[in-house]
Structures are given as C-alpha cells and as structure tokens.
C-alpha cells in the first residue's frame, strides 16, 4: 500500500491530501458541534452549508500557504509552522464566515474547539504519513530542523543542494544541525520535483540556476546524487562551473558506508569528477582467474599502482600474497594496512629487496612457489629520471629483466608488466626504457612459453606520486599562482583503482608477448583541467581579460623530456578484447638473439657511465625514441 502511494503522479498525491483534508475538515467541524452541545448534533437549514464549505474555504489558504506542494516523506518543521498558521487563519476565515451566515449564529467556543482539532488532524495527518514512509525508507522519524546552535543564520554559509532525493534530503536535515551551513533551496532535474517543497525548502529547476544562485545569495552548491553517473556528474559540474560558488558533492553509492550520509561526507569536485565515462563492470572471472588460491608477487608493492595492486588482490582471496619492496617505509605502512583487514585466511609476506637483484628474486619466487608476479616496480617520473639515466636504465630495463628471469626459472605460470602510453615513441629516457623492458618480455615470450608473459599499457592515475592535481589543490589552496607547463598539453587519466582492476583482467587474457591497452577515455587538456578546477573552488582566473580575478596560472614551459601529448598506440594494429576498455595491440618486436647483445653492452654502458653511449643504445633498442632534450643526468654535467 505505502509503495503504491509513493508510486503514485505528483498530482495525485496532492489530490489525495486535498480529499482527505476536506472530509477531515468535516467531520472536525461536526465533532465541534457536537463537543460543544453535548450531543451528536448535525447541522440543519444555513448551517449545513456553512460546515459543508469549509473545505472550499480551507482549500484557497492551503493552496496559497502552499500545503500541498511540500513533499509529505520529507516534511519538517517549517512546513508543520506554515501547516500552524494556514489553519489558524482557515479557523478565523471560516468563524467569521459563519457568523455572517448563519442565522441562529455559530458558538465562539466552536470556533476554538475546530481551530484545536483542524492542527491536531491536519497537522497529525502529515506526521503520521511521514512516520510510515520515513519508515519505508529509512529515514528516521521525526527529524525536524530545528535550530540547535547559536550562530546565526546570517553568519552560516548559504547552500544550495543539487539533488532532492534521499541522499539530499538526509544532508539537508545534518546541514540544518550544524554551525556552518544554512541550506537555502534544492535544485532538482526532476519536473515532478519542481516548484514543490522539501523540508520547508522549494525545489528549483536547473534551467532557472543562475537567478536562484543570485536571488539566495548561494555559496556552495552541494551536488547530493551518490547514484548519477559520472557522465551526469561531469555534466552537472560543467553547468556550475560558470557561477562564483565553492561545489563540493556526495561520494558515489559504492563510498557511502552504511546508507548514512553525513557532513563529513562531503568532498571537493575531483579530477575523477571531471573525466565523465563510467566505469564498465569488471569480469569476476577474469579478475580471480590469476589470483583466486594462487601465490602472487607484486614488484614495488609500496608505489602508487603496486599498493592499489595488493589492495584488490587480497579482496580477491589468493593463497598467499608476497610484497617485494625496495623501501621500507613503503613496505611497513602496505603490510600494516593489509594486516588490518583481516578478510579471511591468506598469507601475507612483507620482503625488502631490489629488483636488481636476481638471486633474491629467484629465492623469493622459489621458496613461496610463486604462481603469479605484478611487476609494478618502476621509475617513473619523468624528469626525475632525466636526472639520472643510469639508474633508470638499470632498474626499468634490467630489473624487469631480472624479475622475468627468475620468473622462468622457477617457474611462475603469469607474468603482467605495468607500463604506460610514454612506451609509444619515447621523447624521455623513462619512456624508452619501458618500452625496452616491454621488448625484452616479448622476446623472451617468443624463446619460451611455460611463463606467460603480459604488458598492460596505460596513461596517468589520479593520486599517483608526482601528479599534477594534488600539486594544483595545493596551489589554490595559497592563492596561486597554478603552475601549467604548457598551454597545450594533454594528457590522459584513469582513476588508480579503475586501472588496476582493468590490469587484472588484461593479465588473465595473455596468451604470452600480449601487450595490452587501456581505453583511457577523451584526453584532458591540463590548462582546461587547472581553470576548471579554479573556478570549482568558487574562485576566478586572473588574466588579461579578468585582471580582478583570484588564481593567477602561470606557464613554465616543458620539462626535461616531456611532451605535449601521450599516446596509446605505437601502430593500428589493434583488436577487441572481452572488456571493451580493454583493446590488444599487435606490435613490432625484437628477438632474443638480436636483442640480448643491445642489452650487454647497455650493462657495460651503465658500470661506465658512459650517458652518450646510453642514449645511443636506447635508440638502437627503440627507433622510435626521439630525445627532446640534451642528455641532462646529474652526473653527465658533473664530468
């Protein structure tokens, strides 16, 4: 029955309050009567009409107060005062009426009695239809916003929530309990929605967002739609973005625990908000196929990818999970995490050590019989690695090396490289040399195929260590300037736990050498991103056209060995795969006879620290590596 009254047209809800309002208004006017006389009376002649049109009387104040366009479920106390004052008058209207009318006249006493009756029913009527949807979905009974603290509402930031749903509501009522925030109004992309009230406070229509921004003087607009899509996220930011207000939103459904939401749900809009594609629903099968009662390794278990890694792996029960790290620090703050989850019986073993060196990875992988390894240990900021091309060389090309070496010979059946779009035609030694490490796993994929060896090619991760949107967050958050190295650059995001867990699946779909692709959505321009992200936190761009602004952003030109844009794909020689972000590449490769040579004498190169010799081999590794800079290791300039 609840159900099908809250299924029911926006109209027909009202239509069933107005009726069940006028026949209670009825039989409280007879009740009245008869109170007052002593006895069941029933009203003869004038005065029938009088009690019969009280309904036509109540109806035109309800109406006008409004009564019918506040949406019951989520009724509070300003709509039960407003209920106050349209009956009281109702009550007034319809006594004077009655005295003009009627011709015996009314008792002064009946007016009272249906005054006191008129809240108890209409008043009663709304709490009671509350209480039984509040119930039907979870809401508790009775939360009412009363002012519990004694700033003022004028001293409180004024907010408008977007989205007038559960979740808004819920936040509406902790917002209208703390010290900071006056809500001020909903805005709701529902027409049913529209032009009604919702806790006392009426709902907008997107269309009309800029005057109610104006007319409520608004601050921040609260995005409150856990359930919407990314797609409809973005689209919602892209709307706000052109107003002086702080958004600020609810996680998604997945991040709220408990159904709950609270103050301290809220969140700044995120890079992650701004991508606008939904994630694709991982296949399980895929995803426990390598991991699920099996032994697995990740290489550089500390890093941004390698812990992320670790965390969905122990979700995805394996029989033991090693984390082979070279810091310790990392090492301890991954292991004690994992400990503390606790989900059910696995083997955890925290390892410090090298990539480079392979007598303690063919120990490790034999003691433990290792079934699968994620070699996620890597250098990868990108100038950083400018700065010192030995040691990058060393430990992307040679300690992948090492790691596949050991691999086979003690038998590991599954062996997923984490690589990245600065692989396709390198303009950075830390690109050409993952590129390097992808050729010497398909090489040695080629010369054997007890291991299989897979490559998982994808773009920049949100939250990563070195990344750009924590170092804007930052520079907002002192006043600028926002730091761009480029106005055209574009890259492309992922968030981390998306590209881990599309790395997983691609793992599983190796059939041995596969390098596979991401889908990383549209790329970003980095200059749209920093404006963006500027005008989110209710502040302007200062430039030429708006000298006035807050946020100046500032140009610093290409680093060493970066480019204006990254790509994917070294060919076009791809093809579908299971998961449709997740495509196959068929690409050149390198055999092992002609490759192993290239590799001793890169060895040799890096015990001399011989850089001009270094480059020279890289590029003879890959012809498609470009240097955009002079060779700038720290040490090269020392010589």
Known sequence: MINRMIGLSRINKQLVMLFADSVALVL??????????????????????????????????????????????YIGFKALWTVVQAVSLYALVWGAIGFMVATDGIPRS???????????????????????LSENTNFKFLMFNFELNGKSQGDKKRVLVYGAGDAGVQLVSALSHSSEYNPVGFVDDLKELQGNQITGLNVYSIDAIEGVISKLRVDEVLIAMPSASRTKRLDIINILESYPVLVRMLPGVAELAEGKVSIGDLREVSIKDLLGRDTVVPNKELLSKNITNKVVVVTGAGGSIGSELCRQIVFLKPKALILYEMSEL???TIEKELSNIGMHSMDLYPILGSVNNKTRLTNVFKRFGVDTVYHAAAYKHVPMVEFNNTEGVDNNIFGTLNCAQAAIDTGVKTFVL????????????????????????????????DTKFTMVRFGNVLGS??????????????????????????RYFMTIPEAVELVIQAGAMGLGGDVFVLDMGKPVRIDDLAKKMIRLSGLEVKDESNPDGDIEIKYTGLRPGEKLYEELLIGDNVSETDNPLIMRAQEEMLAWDELEPILNDLQIAI??????????????????FKPQCEITDVLYKEV
């Open 418 to 449: 984490i690589s990245t779009d600065k692989a396709v035609r390198p303009t950075n030694t830390m690109g050409a040399t993952k590129r390097s490490a992808e050729l010497v796993l398909q090489a040695l994929s080629a010369k054997q195929s």
């Open 607 to 624: 015990t001399n620290c011989d850089q001009k010799k270094l480059r020279e081999l890289l590029i003879q590794i890959v012809p498609g």
């Open 28 to 73: 409280i006017l007879l009740a009245s009567f008869s109170i007052r006389l002593g006895y069941w009376y029933f009203p003869q002649d004038d005065l029938i009409w009088v009690v019969l049109g009280a309904p036509v009387v109540a109806s035109i104040i309800f109406v006008r107060f409004g009564l019918y366009r506040a949406v019951i479920r």
């Open 110 to 132: 009946v007016i009272l009695i249906n005054w006191v009756l008129s809240l108890l029913a209409i008043g009663g009527v709304r709490i009671f239809a509350r209480a039984l």
């Open 465 to 490: 260590s070195g990344s750009v949107i924590p170092l804007f967050k930052q520079q907002i958050k002192v006043g600028g300037p926002v730091t761009v190295t480029d106005v055209n650059m574009v």
């Open 330 to 332: 990392a090492l301890y």
